[in-house]
């Protein structure tokens, strides 16, 4: 299951059986789309983006479940671990730096504020554990704190001078891959002691698998994505 937002339009791509080719589904016209996130079971999706709403999905059906309109834009949506169990919790942080919970259970139950930054949050991530929650905003400002009470702040990661482009916490080693939308920081951090391990520049990796230095007029480049092959220990 796929899901793309495309300025003001929502796809849920699928398959109808294994092998056959993804085939795109539209949800009904939302408002333009920042954030996307499909829960762990793959039932569910949440939305959010610049007409200030939080919707919820049901991906067999592919109809909206529920929506809670805000006061401000939307910059990013996450799904609570154990959403589909116990929890049913979906959060959301807004242009303003505040991140909220909505009871995924209860759509007429009001947003509940969790933490703030001082700045727009640009990430929310949990660890594997389901532990810490961390979240990272456009100063380069990356925090992990402990879920479900968040307003308890575990540990700081201090390094980034510029807001995050990849934030990814590894299941197969206790570590953290951060990466700047400049190229400049490219960070593996100890996840629970927040020491930075190494560090890079996108130019420094380039190099490195090119096997050769940086040359007069090479073109800046940057990490716009990444992911964990957990078969083989990669990112």
């Known amino acids: 299951m796929v899901a793309l937002g495309w300025l003001d339009s929502l796809h849920v791509f699928s398959r109808a059986e294994e092998g056959q080719p993804l085939v795109p589904t539209p949800l009904a016209p939302t408002g333009v789309v920042r954030s996307l996130c499909i829960d762990p079971t793959g039932r569910f999706l949440l939305s959010g983006g610049d007409d200030k709403t939080v919707r919820a999905w049901d991906l067999g059906s592919h109809t909206m479940l529920g929506s809670w309109v805000h006061s401000k834009k939307i910059g990013c949506v996450a799904f609570a671990p154990d959403s589909e169990g116990t929890n049913g919790i979906g959060l959301f942080a807004d242009k303003f730096g505040e991140v909220f919970t909505v009871n ?5 139950a009001a947003p509940v504020l969790k933490l703030g930054h001082l700045s727009p949050v640009s990430h929310l991530v949990f660890t594997p554990s389901g532990r ?3 979240t990272c905003d456009r100063e380069g400002h990356v925090r992990a704190s402990v879920w479900p009470h968040s307003d308890i702040i575990d540990r700081y990661f201090m390094a980034h001078k510029t807001s995050l482009q990849v934030v990814l916490p590894l299941v197969t080693a206790p570590l953290l891959f951060t990466t700047t939308v400049n190229g400049a920081e490219v960070c593996i951090w100890e996840l629970e002691t927040a020491i930075c391990l190494e ?3 996108a130019a ?5 698998m090119d096997g050769r230095a940086a040359r007069p007029g090479d073109q800046a480049i940057t990490v716009r994505c990444a992911c964990e092959c957990v078969d083989r220990g990669m990112i």
């Open 104 to 108: 995924l259970k209860d759509f007429g």
């Open 132 to 134: 810490n929650l961390i």
């Open 199 to 201: 560090q890079y520049s």
């Open 204 to 208: 420094d990796l380039r190099d490195s």
